[in-house]
């Protein structure tokens, strides 16, 4: 089992940043792909950006430009800085991680943007 702990959510206001960490511990065996999703009130999660090992990203459009994900391979750590935001971004933000084929969620950390 892998366990994802999330920190770094809060409130802010429009235009400001936030950044968001998440830790993998447990029987890990090579995490390949980790990411962030989110999920508003009354909406299906969505994806909002992942990283492979090797660096490789893909996010959603709506935060390119805004948002930068960074891992550290050796901490088993992923990072979500997000800048500029705004009050559509307000949500949960799910840790995602695929260790050696199996998914893992984060339990959620809220995110809320004032205009």
């Known amino acids: 089992q892998v366990q994802l702990v999330e920190s770094g959510g809060g409130l802010v206001q429009s235009g400001g940043s936030l950044r968001l960490s998440c830790a993998a511990a447990g029987r890990i065996f090579n995490i390949y792909l980790m990411g962030w999703y989110r999920q508003a009130p009354g909406k299906q999660r969505e994806l909002v950006t992942t990283?492979?090992?090797?660096?490789?990203?893909n996010s959603a459009d709506s935060v390119k430009g805004r948002f930068t994900i960074s891992r550290d391979n050796a901490k088993n750590t992923v990072y979500l800085q997000m800048n500029n935001l705004k009050p559509e971004d307000t949500a949960v933000y799910y840790c995602?991680?695929?260790?050696?084929?199996?998914?893992?969620w984060g339990q959620g950390t809220q995110v809320t943007v004032s205009s």
């Open positions: 990283i492979t090992r090797g660096g490789s990203t």
């Open positions: 995602h991680a695929v260790n050696g084929g199996v998914t893992y």
